[in-house]
């Protein structure tokens, strides 16, 4: 982005927060300006329910972030979303449209474009390939006219001009014609960015965009996704770095066990007790007196705080060590997403790991 | 030994009927495992489809010549998307397996006592050949230096090569189109290209009827040339030559089933051969073996062949090592 942009930079951001002001900070909040409305999703897997999710709706033109300890259902309830998997009940729709039983490509021509978790860069196809695959409702798809090279020829040319253009953006232009498995793990996730973007969707889904990521790369990455509400686009996305969360998000939507627990703009969610709790776990090894004591003197909120915000060096002498138990932890952390032992996953969870073992 | 026949006869076998059959199903598998990832383990059936459609419209059923060609086809269409429906949804090990059974199915109906007045049980069906003999143009037999082809030979090459370059054709336009790339964006990873708004399912069954079209082509080709379809020669072992060959030339490359196929049934004559004639010198000892055994030990040399190849040149004669070394990574 040029630098005589910057002023609309703020004034998209100022935009989105200001849309935000009168929204109350509660689960299932309503929005001024829904682009995605969900209603009683719920998704079993075996006895286990996975998402459960009463009511969310996401702000049109607005930045929000999916937040949730490990197993939250976070991914489950975007794999359902985009139509990768089927909910056992619920309703959602997009600008008004409903997306219920919606096959994942019909879900991407109507606007709503996802990116994975686990990078899917088409590794033997080269980066421009990548890129021009990305583009929709092209002629030379067909499979009668693909024979025919001077009926979609043009069209090839318009979206190489595009593509080119993205991946100038992105950086990755001098890797045009690479293949794209051989791009590090980095450069895939913006070449998956990009592609994305070649949809030319109105909501992107992020499914944690840093994951893997250089720290070097993480800046720009930030940039990026950000630049895409500048452009308009309505940005939903998955992460585990609160930094990033904190940097660039408008809103935040956090989910535990699969429900939604809390909403709030980042700074206001951070300090919900509820969200501390379904981060470090429920303080089941402390008596309610000494917690309560710990909470009002606002230790236990900066411990936890600091713990949000992945400072493995902060992290507080006065959180309870006691080695965790699986009986009470295991609901809250051994989710189905990751099959991870709870044990595990809660050490994770302390040191400010995530599933990628950043 | 006669090195000057051995090469001449070997020669006719790297243009022969049997290369051009192979090359037929290998193209098909080609845009179906090689461009697609779908793992066809049936091609046998397509091509035992493809002659039955001929057969049995012609000998059985006393009809046209060209209405058994179309039938052919439209049964190879059928049979994918019998096969594509219920499997093309699920993991690619699903359609392998399902793939494998429909092929031994057609051929157990084929040669079963109870379809005999329809397929003409294990011995096949003869007799509906002559219409395509009678559209021969040729009416002697060619000479080209050393090499002399009998004027229905030469029909069913001429036939047999061009289909083969009809096929090369249109895998060489399909591959190199934005359908073709859609193809192949589902062999890497079928749900980024779901998540880019591509009917996936759709792709995959077009390119399983298009590949299985092929097939049935091969199919109608073998049994005009013999004269005869005969269900034992589509077993599992015509798919997995088939496999061998396009792995031989290069998989996901335009001309890689056209060359292993040229490959292969040159090597297996020329080995036969070779070795018949060094049996016959007494270059090989009667104890280690004799001309009855040329048969199984150019298998076992063709087997050798491959190993090497796939330790030495994974991505076959014509494939691009880079595409390999990513899978490495």
Known sequence: MPDDNVSSLTAKREAAVAAFADVPREPGAKKPDPILVADDVKRNFGGLLAVDVDHV????????????????????????????????????????????????????RAGMVRTFQLTKALSKLTVIENMRLGATRQRGESFWRAMLPFTWRSQEKDITERAEDLLARFKLDTKRDDFAGSLSGGQRKLLEMARALMVEP???????????????????????????????MTVLFVEHDMDMVRDIADWVVVMGQGKILSEGPPETVMSDPRVIDAYLGAHHD????????????????????????????AAPSSEPQAPPSPTEDAPIDGGPADEKPAEETV???????????? | MDWGSIFELSLRELIGVQAIVFALAAIGINVQFGYTGLLNFGQAAFAAVGGYGIAVIVTTYDMSFWLGLVVGIAGAVVLALLLGIPTLRLRADYLAIVTIAASE?????????????????????????????????????????????????????????TLVAICTLVVFLLMRSPWGRVLKGIREDEDAVRSLGKNVYAYKMQSLVIGGVMGALAGMVYSLFQGAMQPDVYATNFTFFAYAI????????????????????????????????????????????????????????????????????????????????????
């Open chain 2, 246 to 329: 396009l792995i031989l030339g290069g998989a996901a490359t335009v001309f890689g089933p056209v060359l292993g196929a040229m490959i292969v049934w040159f090597s297996f004559q020329f080995i036969d051969l070779a070795l018949r004639g060094a049996i016959g010198q007494g270059y090989i000892p009667d104890w280690l073996m004799d001309s009855n055994d040329t048969g199984a030990v150019r298998f076992m040399l063709t087997g050798v062949v491959l190993i090497l190849l796939l330790v030495f040149r994974p991505q076959g004669i014509l494939g691009d090592r880079r595409e390999i070394a990513l899978d490495a990574r």
């Open chain 1, 286 to 313: 402390q008596s309610l007196a000494e917690l309560e004591q710990e909470f009002e003197s606002g230790a236990l909120t900066a411990a936890a705080e600091a713990e949000l915000s992945g400072d493995v060096a």
């Open chain 1, 347 to 358: 050490a994770a969870e302390r040191t400010g790991d995530t599933k990628d073992g950043r």
């Open chain 1, 202 to 232: 109105e909501l992107v889904m992020l499914d944690e965009p840093m994951a893997g990521v250089n720290p070097a790369l993480t800046q720009s990455l930030l940039e990026h996704v950000s630049n895409l509400r500048e452009q308009g």
């Open chain 2, 105 to 161: 199915i057609v051929r157990l109906v084929g040669r079963s006592a109870w379809g005999r007045d329809v397929f003409g049980g294990s011995d096949g069906i003869t007799g509906f050949s002559n219409d395509f003999y009678d559209l021969n143009p040729f009416s002697e037999p060619l000479e080209l230096g050393p090499f002399e082809f009998r004027e229905r030979v030469l029909w069913v090459l001429a036939v047999g090569w």
């Open chain 1, 57 to 108: 709706e996401i702000q049109r033109g607005s930045i929000t972030a999916l937040i949730g300890p490990n197993g939250a259902g976070k991914t489950t309830f975007f794999n359902l979303l985009t139509g990768f998997d089927r909910p056992n009940s619920g309703s959602w729709s997009f600008n008004g449209r409903s997306l219920h039983g919606t096959p994942p490509f019909k879900v991407a």
